[in-house]
């Protein structure tokens, strides 16, 4: 399945600016300005000085075979002083523009993670915003996703092998990305698998990063993700991710082989030279 979380203000200028700043007590971090620092007209009822959340995931036009999708988004950032930022997230269907979902979610430093209710099969919108008490900032740019009930019902709305350009997946999306694939073709990694279907796996997701895929990874590929041995004829690595370049590789899954397994990140540090660095075969993308 294809694929998937902020604002500004502008200082008036020219004669009135300075009659302004000697008349005019500073403005209130939370107060509205009459334009953005692009010089565009505020979106209406704006009135918290945050930058725009950053979506991360789903990116847009992600498919999902599930009833339930994770959104994952930077936080609005305030642009004058450090207070705590909330964040409204809404999910509406396309095409009506009936709102479906609307929640408002504490406050975060972080890149923030929140799981959907289930929904039927369709296209949904999202958006986040920062808040504070009864203040917002503006919306993020919104993307579009879509939930169908099987491969062949999600197959027949898309045209196959469609994926972005070339980019960068930072380590936090190329986790997300694994975990996507992983809950959606229902993997189990846990004490009833083998090493080899644990590499297997592993190809899979990271062949999904390096290659792209019109399902799992529509936004387009990053040839820079690897997988690994240890070198000296030793099996592949079941849950560590390289940087094919650089060799800085990263633990994703605790207690792989476990029932108790779970998706994290674990920066290993640059392997040394007596450990293979290679891409996954392109036979190791999901059909």
């Known amino acids: 399945m294809a694929e998937i979380r902020y604002f500004a203000v502008s200082i008036l200028a020219g004669a009135l600016a300075g009659t302004l700043a000697c008349s005019s007590p500073p403005a209130s971090p939370t107060s509205p300005t009459a334009t953005d620092e692009a010089g565009g007209a505020n979106t209406a009822g704006v009135s918290l000085k945050v930058s725009e959340p950053v979506l991360l ?18 936080p609005a ?15 509406r269907r396309v095409p009506d523009g009936i709102e479906v979902f609307n929640a408002m979610l504490g406050a975060t430093s972080d890149a923030m993670a ?20 009864d203040t917002r900032g503006p919306w993020s740019a919104a993307r579009q996703f879509t939930i169908a009930s099987s491969s062949s019902s999600l197959a027949a709305s898309f045209p196959p092998g469609v994926v972005g350009p070339p980019r960068n997946i930072p380590t936090l999306e190329a986790i997300q990305l694994i975990k996507n694939l992983h809950d959606q073709e229902r993997w189990n990694l846990g004490s009833r698998s083998t090493r080899e279907d644990r590499v297997s796996f592993l190809w899979r997701s990271v062949a999904v990063l390096h290659y792209g895929h019109p399902v799992y990874n529509p936004g387009g590929p990053d040839a820079d993700w690897c997988v690994k041995d240890a070198g000296a004829g030793r099996p592949p690595s079941d849950d560590v991710i390289v940087r094919c370049s650089s060799r800085e590789a990263w633990d994703i899954m605790l207690s792989a082989g476990g029932d108790g397994y ?7 540090g640059r392997l040394g030279s007596e450990q293979n660095v290679y891409p996954p075969p392109r036979s190791s993308l999901p059909r």
Do not use: C
């Open 57 to 74: 995931l789903p990116q847009e036009g992600e498919r999902f075979i599930a009833t339930t999708v994770t959104v994952l988004f930077e």
């Open 77 to 91: 950032r305030p642009r004058f002083i450090s207070v705590p930022i909330a964040h409204e997230v809404t999910v």
């Open 114 to 133: 929140h799981t959907l209710p289930a929904f039927d099969n369709g296209t949904y919108e999202w958006q986040v915003r920062g808040a504070q008490g």
């Open 262 to 268: 779970h998706f994290h990140e674990d920066y290993l």
